[in-house]
């Protein structure tokens, strides 16, 4: 792309916003939380940083439609656990989390900036999204991808749709500018988001090509301090699908055009 080109995309992205009567731009940071077979009943465990950004259409003062793209990471550690059951257990995991979604937003409150309108409004939200994401481990000094080496002999996608939902409050202040923090959740329409689904595989399940690489999956699908886990016996929780939660605070600009009335 030549600096020519450049200028024109910058001169017409001025001029699309200069006459949009209330577009938004905003940059979010917050952090993301994974549920699932790993991570059973701690719905709020937010231990990763997540980044992103968002372009949002403000249709009145109550309704708004809201693209946004989120960067982060999920991840977890039997080893740390305080149930024994899963420290024996052992596994671990974590992922890099790449999601684009588009929700629609409601405001509680007659929300903007005109003398009148409220200043401050809880909202709630839902959606689509798309994630892509890619388990990985660390074992004896090694990272491994986990998809590689299908630990329960299953040959998964490491992408997944969810419907996102959520709520949270936004604040007005400078007129233009907004602050916003939300909670939102994600059930994904995969169970190998940790790649742990259900049982431990059969020898004949783990069976490859080559010798090291069978011997390789073996020990990455049992990891237990024992190393004698029962094949068909429990590895993960049975639920069908995993889920991560969003907790974030965005910034936010919104582009008004003189004769426009928010």
């Keep these: 792309m030549n600096q020519t080109f450049k200028v024109f995309i910058l001169l017409m992205l001025s001029a699309t916003f200069a006459n949009?009567?209330?577009?938004?731009?905003?940059?979010?940071?917050?952090g993301m939380g994974y549920i699932g077979d790993?991570?059973?009943?701690?719905?709020?465990k937010i231990k990763d940083p997540a980044?992103?950004?968002?372009?949002?259409?403000?249709?009145?003062?109550?309704?708004?439609?809201?693209?946004?793209?989120?960067q982060g990471k999920v991840s977890h550690d039997d080893s740390k656990s305080k149930y024994p059951q899963e420290v024996n257990r052992n596994l671990s995991f974590y992922s890099p989390i790449s999601e684009g979604n588009l929700t629609v937003e409601f405001n509680f409150l007659?929300?903007?900036?005109?003398?009148?309108?409220?200043?401050?409004?809880p909202f709630l939200f839902t959606g689509v999204a798309l994630t892509l994401f890619n388990p990985?481990?660390?074992?004896?000094?090694?990272?491994?991808?986990?998809?590689?080496?299908?630990t329960e002999g299953v040959d998964y996608k490491t992408t997944a749709y969810s419907i996102p939902y959520g709520a949270?409050?936004?604040?007005?202040f400078g007129k233009y500018f907004n602050i916003i923090g939300e909670i939102g959740y994600r059930n994904l329409s995969t169970d190998y988001l940790d790649d742990v689904s259900g049982l431990y595989p059969t020898a004949a399940q783990l069976k490859d090509v080559t010798p090291q690489k069978t011997m390789l999956r073996q020990s990455l699908a049992d990891r237990s301090i024992s190393q004698n886990a029962v094949p068909g016996s429990q590895r993960g929780d049975f639920r069908k699908k995993d889920s991560y939660v969003f907790v974030g605070i965005t910034l936010s600009y919104t582009f008004v055009s003189q004769n426009c009335y928010f």
């Design 168 to 172: 949270g409050v936004k604040y007005n």
């Design 20 to 30: 949009a009567q209330t577009w938004e731009l905003g940059v979010t940071g917050g």
């Design 38 to 44: 790993l991570n059973q009943n701690n719905y709020l």
């Design 136 to 150: 990985k481990t660390d074992y004896k000094g090694n990272t491994y991808i986990l998809k590689y080496y299908d």
């Design 51 to 70: 980044l992103g950004f968002q372009i949002k259409r403000n249709f009145d003062s109550y309704w708004s439609l809201k693209f946004a793209f989120l």
């Design 110 to 121: 007659d929300y903007g900036f005109d003398f009148l309108q409220k200043k401050i409004t």
